[in-house]
Each structure stands twice: as structure tokens, then as C-alpha cells.
């Protein structure tokens, strides 16, 4: 496999389960990030990690839970969920966190809080 | 706080019309980024615009950094279905460890 991959590509959810959103790279690169995607807004930065270790919390509410085992992996482990929190999750890599580096995305878990 | 406007928000247009799409902010940014998304799929990088007052070509795509390096433009010349999708314009955020986006223009380009 090639890029950036995303499992599940689809989840639907109750607001007591408990989830994890899997993202997997394939480039080499040593930077991961989370981002939601909501209608009507910008994407926004949850979460970033360079080699492993989490440089960026983007005041991210505590039932958002990120874990970086390695350079190639990302997950988000989700708890407690509520209706607002449904949206496209795209999970993204570049080469290093600086701003001019090219991010290269998934193709996104979209989620949907019952 | 950093923000970048992009307008229009929405643009539905036919085969063969050009179209500009803008975005804009009061901050100042070292480059600015234009991605695409299409449905289905996660953003796919455009172009990186550096210097100010930069001008990129890509095939029928032309993208403009403003002097100030505050504010970008998209020109799309005879736009084609192909081009639908949603454009998105990012910037390196202030702690300089990732990027911000703006809302995006979703563009339609019917046949």
C-alpha cells in the first residue's frame, strides 16, 4: 500500500461506545496530525505528533484521546461522543511539522454520533 | 488569532468560463498553500506560493501570493468538469508546527 490509509472509512456510533479511528503512513515521514472536517467549517488541527511524541494539542476535549505507537501509525481512541462531535476525521503526514512541508492526507473516517 | 477568509464560499459555474477564488487574512504568512478535495477523498496539495508577489502556473491554474504575503489568489482559466471539487487555501500556523485552513470554495463546473 502507498500514502496515507485510513480505517474505518465509515463509523457510526452511540454516544456511550467506545471507538478508535486507525491511520496508517507509508512515506517515511515522521510528523502525523489529526484534523476534523465539519460542514460549514475550516478544517481544524486536533492533534500533532513528530517522531512519536505529541507536540500540539489543539485544546481538544478529553474524550478525544490521540496515540502515536510509532512513526508510521496514528490512532484516535473516541469516548463519550456527542451529536456535535460528528464529522470527517482526516488524518494527514508530511515530511517534518514545519508550515511549508506538503501535508498528504487519507482519504478520512467520516462519523456519525447516534 | 490567525484566520483565512476564502471566498466565495460557493461557485457553480459551465464548462469553459474562468473563475478567480480568493483568500485572504490580516497576518502575515511565510507561504501559503492551495489544496483540492474532492468527494470521497482527503485534501491533495496545488501549489506552495513563497515569495510575495509570486505567480505559479499549473496547466490551466494560476495562483498568485499578494506583495504582503497576506492574502492568495486561484485564477482558473476555461474551467472543466475535472475541476469541481472543494479548493482550500493553508498557512503555517504561529507556533509554526502545522497548518491552518480556511473554509474552502466549493466549485461546480457542470458541462
Known amino acids: 500500500e502507498t500514502g496515507v490509509t485510513q480505517t474505518p472509512r465509515h463509523l457510526v456510533m452511540g454516544m456511550t461506545n467506545k471507538k478508535s479511528l486507525k491511520c496508517e503512513q507509508h512515506?517515511?515521514?515522521?510528523?502525523m496530525y489529526w484534523y476534523k472536517q465539519s460542514a460549514k467549517k475550516p478544517l481544524e488541527l486536533m492533534f500533532v505528533?513528530?517522531?512519536?511524541?505529541?507536540?500540539e494539542n489543539n485544546s481538544v476535549p478529553s474524550r478525544f484521546s490521540p496515540e502515536c505507537p510509532n512513526s508510521s501509525h496514528l490512532f484516535l481512541h473516541l469516548h463519550t461522543l456527542q451529536p456535535e462531535d460528528s464529522a470527517l476525521y482526516l488524518c494527514?503526514?508530511?515530511?517534518?511539522?514545519?508550515?511549508?512541508?506538503?501535508?498528504?492526507f487519507g482519504e478520512g473516517s467520516r462519523l456519525t454520533v447516534l | 488569532t490567525q484566520l483565512l477568509k476564502q471566498s466565495p464560499q460557493f461557485l457553480s459555474i459551465q464548462e469553459g468560463e474562468n473563475l478567480t477564488v480568493y483568500c485572504n487574512s490580516s497576518?502575515?504568512?511565510?507561504?501559503l498553500q492551495w489544496y483540492r478535495q474532492e468527494p470521497g477523498e482527503g485534501p491533495v496539495l496545488l501549489v506552495t506560493v513563497v515569495t510575495g508577489g509570486e505567480v505559479k502556473k499549473l496547466k490551466r491554474l494560476t495562483f498568485q501570493f499578494g506583495d504582503a504575503r497576506k492574502d492568495s489568489s486561484l485564477h482558473i482559466t476555461a474551467a472543466q468538469p475535472g475541476d469541481t471539487g472543494l479548493y482550500l487555501c493553508?498557512?503555517?500556523?504561529?507556533?509554526?508546527?502545522?497548518?491552518?485552513f480556511g473554509k474552502g470554495t466549493t466549485l461546480s463546473v457542470s458541462s
Open positions: 512515506l517515511g515521514h515522521n510528523a
Open positions: 494527514a503526514s508530511s515530511q517534518l511539522s514545519v508550515g511549508t512541508g506538503e501535508l498528504f
Open positions: 505528533y513528530n517522531f512519536k511524541e505529541q507536540t
Open positions: 497576518s502575515v504568512f511565510s507561504s
Open positions: 493553508a498557512g503555517e500556523n504561529q507556533a509554526g508546527t502545522a497548518l491552518i
